[in-house]
Every structure is written in C-alpha cells, then in structure tokens.
C-alpha cells in the first residue's frame, strides 16, 4: 500500500458522468483521495455524506475531494444523484486505480482507505479503518483546522 511521503500514483479514470479524470490534473491544490468499498452501503454512504456535507469548506481552502470505488459509472451517478455529491466519483471498474495504491481487498473491492495528498502530488497521510469516522475527522483535522 502507498505510504506517507509517497508520491501519489497518477491515474485516468471515469468519473460518475463517464467523464475522463486524470488525478494530475488536480496539482497545485491538496486532495483528499478516498477509497470506499461499495457505492449506497451504509458504511461507503455515511463516509460520502460526511465529505459532502463540508465540501464548501474544503474548496475554501481549495481542498479537492475524489472518492473512488470499482462501482460502475451508472452506480456511481446513481450515488452521487441520490444524495447530491457534487464532486468526483471515480468508476474504477478495471481496479488498475484500487491496485495502484494497493487497497483492493481479497473480494475484488477496494478498502476503506483514505489518502490525504499535498499540493505537489505527496502522500501526508494515509487512513486506513473500517468505520468512515476516522477518515472524516483525520481529513478535517489536515485541511480545514486552523
């Protein structure tokens, strides 16, 4: 799995519209990149929300969040459109991305781990816990606290 001070693999991916992503093309800002299993599960959904619900926060300080999972693209729309997430998720279906950053776990989804990136593309820190309340509050803690 990448660790911190790593640089971040670079990838291209659909995002939820089908929409080419290319990690890169987010340097120069930090990026909270995180990996959740399964698209409108309880767990991948509170974490999702979480995120959501201080997007406005994290584009103030010009934070970017991308959440990646090997759902397709009409279950990550499905998602987004449900509960309104207005910023990237990444349809990983071949999993090239989840095994980049080694999170695929043994039942061919990815884990739950999250990846805070610096502005130059370095991993900071890396969260890697089963319940999504870690992962919300060590990304707050990084970007949004004074």
């Known amino acids: ?3 911190a001070g790593d640089t971040a693999p670079d990838f291209d991916a659909p995002n939820q519209d089908g929409t ?6 987010l340097r120069g800002s930090p990026v909270v990149l995180y ?14 929300k979480g995120f959501r619900d201080v997007q406005a926060e994290y584009l103030a300080r ?29 349809a990983d279906t071949s999993k090239a991305v989840a095994k980049a950053y080694g999170v695929l776990g ?3 989804l990815a884990r739950r781990v999250t ?3 610096d502005a130059h593309g370095t991993v ?23």
């Open 62 to 90: 010009q934070v970017h969040v991308v959440g990646v999972s090997v759902d397709d693209c009409p279950a990550q729309k499905a998602f987004a459109q449900k509960y309104g997430i207005a910023f990237p998720l990444i």
């Open 35 to 48: 990996f959740y299993p399964k698209a409108d599960t309880p767990g991948c959904t509170i974490e999702t």
């Open 20 to 25: 080419p992503f290319r990690l890169s093309s």
């Open 1 to 3: 799995m990448i660790a």
């Open 115 to 117: 990846f805070l990136i």
């Open 106 to 108: 043994p039942r061919g």
């Open 124 to 146: 900071l820190d890396v969260i890697d816990a089963s319940s999504p309340d870690p992962h919300l509050e060590r990304a707050r803690a990084r970007f949004l606290t004074p």
